[in-house]
């Protein structure tokens, strides 16, 4: 059994209906690694609830947690905490108990976590980077990236506005696109917009992404994934392989390595959209374009 997957721009993925689990709830899409970044547990803007079903429905050898997973911002203006919150961190402690390796690369929202490097909480390995080894031999640098991010680094005050604007931005886009959807429109992202029109927004998000390059250059590596900056995407620069995985506060996107080393973007919001357009859930699993084993 294959699925039917769809090619979208920048390497995404999606497929028709979304996958359901056996009869015994285990996951039906295997990778050999993936890579999840920018949860922001803690915030309102938190898509717990997608994350917890992408999580249900998926499995991986290495399951690598870049940065910004708890949101230690948020929570020191004003404590929030859903059931759905510690849902999502009970179903990671399970994938560590079961086997999968879990790394959580600490982040600047979550720089608590840089405390308690080379110590392993219920099997998850904290880290302040990782070099991973994918199936054809390339060493991927894994770093958040908020240490080559300028703002954070030389104008702390200025990373903390501007992350009181986005949660601003988040919570404009939350009402915008509760009337669009009454009117059967797709969800439309506020703060995405503002990034890719504003000039110095795409000046500062392509400054990011050639100082990553520039680092896994240095440290004569393949290629680097990151988050950060809540903007998922696979590109080459200069020779070296770029990868964001995104967030799951908007976007909904996860990296994923697949068993020959080939790494592509997870469109999940996308997936979800097509699941619903459809008639039923498929009788069948299908895979976000990868094929299923044979039965």
Same mark, same amino acid.
């Given at each position: 059994?294959? $699925? ?66 708890? !949101? ?13 919150? &510690? ?20 982040? &600047? ?63 404009? &886009? ?16 506020? $703060? ?10 795409? $000046? ?39 990868? &964001? ?13 697949? !068993? ?23 009788? $069948? ?11």
């Amino acid at each position: 059994m294959t $699925s039917a997957a769809l090619e979208l721009p920048q390497g995404r993925l999606t497929t028709g209906p979304l996958p359901v689990p056996g009869d015994d709830g285990a996951p039906v899409l295997r990778f050999r690694s993936l890579f999840i970044s920018d949860i922001h547990l803690g915030t309102t803007g938190c898509q717990a609830e997608k994350l917890l079903e992408f999580l249900r429905l998926t499995d991986s050898q290495h399951l690598y947690l870049v940065g910004d997973i708890i !949101d230690g911002w948020q929570l020191k203006r004003r404590f929030y905490w859903h059931q759905s919150h &510690n849902d999502v961190v009970q179903k990671i402690l399970r994938k560590a108990r079961k086997g999968t390796r879990v790394t959580w690369i600490a982040g &600047n929202h979550d720089e608590a976590m840089r405390h308690f490097l080379g110590v392993a909480f219920g099997g998850i390995e904290i880290a302040d980077e990782a070099v991973h080894g994918t199936a054809d031999g390339r060493r991927l640098l894994v770093i958040h990236g908020d240490l080559f991010d300028a703002v954070v680094q030389r104008a702390r005050w200025l990373a903390f506005v501007g992350d009181h604007l986005y949660t601003l931005a988040l919570y404009l &886009n939350q009402w915008f696109n509760h009337v669009r959807a009454k009117f059967g429109f797709p969800y439309w992202s506020l $703060s995405q917009y503002l990034k890719h029109k504003v000039k110095n927004a795409v $000046s500062y998000i392509a400054d990011f992404e050639e100082a990553l390059a520039r680092e896994a250059r240095r440290r004569h590596l393949d290629g680097v994934v990151c988050g950060h900056i809540h903007k998922a995407e696979i590109r080459d620069i200069g020779g070296i392989l770029y990868c &964001n995985d995104g967030d799951w506060v908007e976007s909904l996107t996860a990296l994923a390595e697949m !068993d020959d080393g080939e790494l592509r973007i997870i469109d999940w919001r996308t997936v979800e959209e097509a699941a619903g357009a459809a008639t039923a859930l498929a009788a $069948s699993p299908v895979a976000v374009g990868v094929p299923l084993p044979q039965e």
